[in-house]
């Protein structure tokens, strides 16, 4: 799947994402105090920045019918970039903890 604004890029479902021209992996990088999946891409304009892996692919492979923009992990470790761990949820949630929740499906929202 294209990354929008990054042309050059790609994600797969597994959260590798491949330089288009190269045909090679881009390293992702892990912050250290909150051990959230970054990576660096370039774009076409020649500056590069920073994006989460886990926004990468939830706006790429997740259904997303009220255009939420935030998401969570369900399991609340942002290390764990497993689609099957990211959940759309409205905007106005806040701190919301899943594992709260009677019903941990996705089709609330």
């Known amino acids: 799947m294209d990354i929008p604004d990054f042309p050059d890029y790609t994600i797969k479902e597994n959260g590798e ?3 288009k ?4 992996p881009v390293i992702q990088r892990v912050v250290q105090d909150s051990f959230e999946v970054f990576v660096l891409l370039k774009h076409p304009d020649g500056y590069s920045q920073y994006r989460m892996v886990a926004k990468l692919l939830a706006n790429a492979f997740l259904p997303n019918p ?3 923009t935030n998401f969570i992990f369900k399991d609340n470790c942002c290390a764990n970039i497993a689609l099957t761990n990211l959940k759309w949820v409205p905007n106005d949630y806040g701190d919301y903890d899943d594992s709260t929740s009677s019903d941990s ?3 609330d929202v």
């Open 17 to 19: 994402i491949i330089h």
């Open 66 to 68: 009220h255009n939420c």
């Open 21 to 24: 021209e190269t045909n090679l």
């Open 105 to 107: 499906s996705d089709s």
